[in-house]
T-cell receptor
Framework: DAKTTQPNSMESNEEEPVHLPCNHS???????IHWYRQLPSQGPEYVIH???SNVNNRMASLAIAEDRKSSTLILHRATLRDAAVYYC???????????FGSGTKLNVKP | GAVVSQHPSRVICKSGTSVKIECRSL??????MFWYRQFPKQSLMLMAT?????????EQGVEKDKFLINHASLTLSTLTVTSAHPEDSSFYIC????????????FGPGTRLTVT
């Protein structure tokens, strides 16, 4: 299973940008990079995904390194509702399974 | 967006009894659903892949006779924890996969199981 490495926790001030890093040095050429977030006692919520190019949506941006061995989730203006555990996941192209890493707990200070 | 529901949201059962958890895709058909388990302050662990009309595929180390999975229709998968013990107390989460396009997974809200 492809593995991801994320910092255990990060802290941000409200209204400031947040950059959440993820290392995936063993990524294969067909693995997609997905980001989900989970609030306490809830199921994970989709944030964004990508393959090679940087991606933007209404929630966040995803910056993927040229060698694809790392990626960064960017929240442009953190709010208190963004406080959650963020998971970076590699999706196997053939089996489409998600193997979750330990994630990054994001704290947002008012 | 696609919605996945789980029932019940919380359940308490006595040791030795069995409990069934339902996972439904409400507005789409899902030929594949997944079951995860999450212990407090830990990440999600994939337990099994549930395929409509066929046997589930279990991850290594997951007891198939203890965690019975049935995927009888395109919108419903069930997980039955048989002869539950306190160590089975956990947060159980299902997800359903959209088969078209890039095969995104949508997660249910989870079921908190407490075995006394």
């Amino acid at each position: 299973d492809a593995k991801t490495t994320q910092p255990n926790s990060m802290e941000s001030n409200e209204e400031e940008p947040v950059h959440l890093p993820c290392n995936h040095s063993t990524i294969s050429g067909t693995d997609y990079i997905h980001w989900y977030r989970q609030l306490p006692s809830q199921g994970p919520e989709y944030v964004i995904h990508g393959l090679t190019s940087n991606v933007n949506n209404r929630m966040a941006s995803l910056a993927i390194a040229e060698d694809r061995k790392s990626s960064t989730l960017i929240l442009h203006r953190a709010t208190l509702r963004d406080a959650a555990v963020y998971y970076c996941i590699l999706r196997d192209y053939n089996f489409n399974k998600f193997y979750f890493g330990s994630g990054t707990k994001l704290n947002v200070k008012p | 967006g696609a919605v996945v529901s789980q029932h019940p949201s919380r359940v308490i059962c006595k040791s030795g009894t069995s409990v069934k958890i339902e996972c439904r895709s409400l507005d789409f058909q899902a030929t594949t659903m997944f079951w995860y388990r999450q212990f407090p302050k830990q990440s999600l662990m994939l337990m099994a892949t549930s395929n409509e009309g066929s046997k589930a595929t279990y991850e290594q180390g997951v007891e198939k006779d203890k965690f019975l999975i049935n995927h009888a229709s395109l919108t419903l998968s069930t997980l039955t924890v048989t002869s539950a013990h306190p160590e089975d107390s956990s947060f159980y989460i299902c997800s359903a996969r959209v088969e078209a396009g890039w095969k995104e997974q949508y997660f249910g809200p989870g079921t908190r199981l407490t075995v006394t």
